[in-house]
């Protein structure tokens, strides 16, 4: 499928999405969010690929924000879908089955931020910037951040970051448990492929059922999650890529897998 403001293709394994507005920072407008929505979708179901890297065009931003001048005429009913909307896609994101790695290669504020909370693992450049500016507008968050933010860095911290707007470079980034790893500008995407790679190794099933594991359990209560977790582990004990994972151990031989 072609995009407008997406760049997609399949390598080994990868599905890579680069969201592609270099000229407007990258800056999430609704017909990006349906396109990035559309691209998931579409790499869901493909076998071909395994994990998925997102990242953005450029060498100054991941995702600058969202687009300003589509916020201008918002009321409260048309704001309250506008947030849903965004809440989506990052939702889709989040418990999406497969490796999502976000390779922020430069700011990523707002919206920009908080599509790179939904993915699985962070990796930034040294000159990546993440913040929540919103309140600067006189709005909050609205594709998830108040909820993922907290979640991830701790409520102390995303209060300080939420109400004050300030920007986070990628030493503090990194220091926070805000992204998982920094790399030079040079090495991102090589880096990315290289973490998306080691991933796809594993049991497809066992990626999956852990990144549902792991979302829900985050929901409830401890002991909520621990039932859940025996529950989706046992899932795993009677599927085929168990069998060949403990075959291929015991046999000093990689395992096949095969997603069943």
């Not at 990868?14 to 969201?19: H, L, N, P, S, V």
């Not at 592609?20 to 179901?45: H, Y």
């Not at 707002?110 to 913040?131: D, M, P, Q, V, Y």
């Not at 998982?180 to 973490?195: D, F, G, Q």
């Amino acid at each position: 499928m072609t995009y407008k403001n997406l760049l997609t293709k399949k390598s080994d394994g990868i599905g890579w999405i680069t969201i592609n507005r270099p000229d407007k920072l990258n800056a999430m407008n609704v017909e990006t969010m349906e396109e990035l929505k559309a691209a998931f979708l579409e790499f869901e179901p493909d076998a071909e690929v395994r994990a998925v890297i997102l990242t953005g065009s450029g060498e100054k931003a991941f995702v600058a924000g969202a687009d300003i001048s589509e916020f201008v005429h918002l009321d409260a009913e048309l704001g309250r879908h506008f947030s849903r909307k965004g809440q989506a896609l990052t939702r889709l994101i989040e418990n999406f089955p497969k490796p999502v790695i976000a390779a922020v290669n430069g700011y990523a504020l707002g919206g920009g931020t908080e599509i790179a909370l939904a993915c699985h693992i962070r990796l930034a450049s040294e000159s990546a910037k993440f913040g929540q500016p919103e309140v600067k507008l006189g709005i909050i968050p609205g594709y998830g951040g108040t909820q993922r933010l907290a979640r991830l860095v701790g409520k102390g911290k995303a209060m300080e970051l939420i109400l004050t707007g300030r920007m986070v470079e990628a030493k503090e980034a990194a220091e926070i448990g805000l992204v998982n790893k920094i790399v030079p500008a040079t090495e991102l995407l090589s880096a990315a492929e290289a973490l998306a790679k080691e991933a796809i190794k594993n049991g497809p099933l066992a990626i999956a059922y852990s990144i549902e594991a792991i979302n829900r359990g985050l929901d409830g209560k401890l002991d909520e999650g621990l039932e859940l977790e025996a529950e989706i582990f046992g899932r795993t004990c009677a599927t085929e890529d168990f069998k060949e994972g403990a075959k291929a151990f015991l046999d000093k031989r990689k395992p096949d897998f095969h997603g069943r």
